[in-house]
């Protein structure tokens, strides 16, 4: 992660990579805010670093090989800089700690989860450290595990870059879980369900909003369960739907999201809002994970089939142009081709708009790696590829029905993989390219659909016509 101003060529500089979720995207940000304010610069690349540091995601194997992978890449690169500084951060950092320093001799720094407002602190008494060091000829180097809990510690991910000129912003408004979920680590790794004071995010908000961001998405482990524990429901409104009010009353904030949300709990007063709140927008990431009871009773998901279905036919009667995402696991402990098959056709039933599907992978600390009846790993990837592409054709289909139709995106900027075209996403949520002109940088442009790929659109503006002279 980097961003770009003016900087003091001669300052240390720092370089996050992230790893996983918009939560650790938003943690990275936080951190390098972290270090601007002790003088650092931010590299533009790990080539011009004196700096890294690895964000890490625990949710899958994968993740953490990518983040174990990268550091073992970054060896060659220490043994020329012997005074390079590489660090972990975040999940990965908080479940394996000490065997971390253990496997990777380079490593200098792993950082908890709790910690990440330390990292400068800790960087600092590593490089004054080395200089010690140097100065005596002798020496062990100094390297730091701190992995314990901090009270308030979810009270710390709230500063964003001065600089960084962006349309859309994540407010992290909670931290933790308590669900225990049987495939999730996020309980191990984030530590109990805590949240922000409304205040303080209300502040948070409209900072951004005086720094010229339109749109804000909260983010909580499970959003929707913000606050149940301190503060009190008024009138019949949870928590978090009395942030939302708040929130979505916020001058110059034009859009509010969240993310995630689960099942339980996701309740009328919520579906009102969605309905009620002109500023949120009608998008719901509503994680299934199964389509079989069996399936989700052993996932230790708390509802069923039937009240999942039940819950998306209330979201579709009170907001009907919502757009609706989810989240699927397959190969779960035990997942026998009737389960999978139910899941199959609870796709088919609720025609998600996109779906975000993984192979279940094991991970330690859970209720689920020590189960027994692991389904094989080429069978996962077959019902994996047999779910993508069920969902691929949903998705088509109804992409291809939005076609010609006039919407409004917020421009965010340059598309990733064309530097002349613009995206933007719809309060929908959909992607949208349209061509590249500076001037809609940030902007609410209303275009029309043109073209489809069934995930991304192609758009033309719909422009008011020039008075005539």
Not at 15 to 28: A, E, I, L
Not at 82 to 105: D, K, S, V
Not at 154 to 169: E, G, M, T, V, Y
Request: charged residues 30%; hydrophobic residues 40%; contains cysteine.
């Amino acid at each position: 992660m980097n961003e770009g101003r003016p900087q003091d060529p001669a300052a240390p500089a720092v370089f996050v990579k992230t790893y996983g979720c918009q939560m650790n995207v938003r943690d990275s940000e936080a951190v390098l805010h972290r270090f601007l304010l002790r003088g650092y610069r931010i590299a533009r690349s790990e080539e011009e670093a004196d700096v890294i540091l690895l964000n890490t995601c625990s949710v899958r194997d994968m993740a953490e090989e990518k983040a174990c992978g990268k550091m073992a890449a970054l060896r060659a690169r220490k043994r020329l800089h012997p005074g390079l500084i590489l660090g972990f951060l975040g999940c990965m950092a908080q479940r394996r700690g000490a065997e971390l320093l253990r496997q990777f001799p380079e490593a200098d720094l792993v950082l908890g989860t709790q910690k990440f407002h330390e990292a400068p602190n800790l960087v600092e008494r590593i490089r004054a450290s080395r200089t010690a060091s140097a100065a005596r000829s002798s020496g062990e180097p100094l390297r730091i595990l701190d992995v314990e809990a901090e009270a308030g510690s979810q009270n710390q991910i709230r500063d964003h870059l001065p600089f960084s000129r962006k349309a859309s912003a994540f407010v992290s408004i909670m931290q933790g879980c308590n669900m225990r979920c049987a495939f999730c680590i996020v309980p191990v790794t984030r530590g109990p369900e805590r949240a922000r004071p409304m205040e303080e995010i209300e502040r948070e908000v409209r900072a951004l909003a005086d720094q010229g961001v339109r749109e804000v998405t909260l983010l909580g482990q499970i959003v929707n369960l913000y606050g149940r524990r301190e503060f009190p429901t008024v009138r019949g409104r949870s928590p978090f739907v009395q942030l939302l009010e708040r929130i979505c009353s916020v001058p110059g904030i034009a859009r509010v999201r969240f993310t995630s949300p689960h099942p339980i709990g996701f309740r009328d007063d919520l579906i009102a809002a969605l309905r009620d709140l002109p500023a949120l927008c009608e998008h719901v990431h509503l994680p299934v994970q199964s389509g079989s009871d069996r399936i989700l009773r052993a996932m230790g998901r708390g509802y069923t089939r039937s009240r999942y279905l039940g819950l998306v036919d209330r979201i579709r009667a009170a907001v009907p142009e919502a757009t609706l995402t989810t989240d699927i696991i397959v190969g779960f402990p035990g997942e026998e081709e009737r389960d999978f098959a139910q899941t199959r056709a609870l796709v088919e039933e609720v025609q998600f708009d996109q779906a975000f599907i993984f192979r279940y992978s094991p991970r330690p600390g859970t209720s689920a790696a020590a189960l027994g009846a692991q389904v094989g790993e080429e069978e996962k990837r077959r019902r994996n590829q047999e779910l993508l592409a069920l969902q691929d054709e949903i998705a088509l289909r109804k992409a291809k029905r939005l076609l010609g139709r006039e919407v409004e995106i917020l421009v965010e900027g340059e598309s990733r993989k064309s530097p002349h075209r613009f995206q933007g996403r719809t309060r929908g949520n959909h992607l949208v390219l349209v061509r590249a002109e500076e001037r809609w940088r940030g902007e609410l442009l209303p275009v029309r659909l043109v073209e489809t790929t069934g995930h991304t659109f192609y758009a033309e503006p719909v422009l008011a016509e020039e008075p005539a002279s």
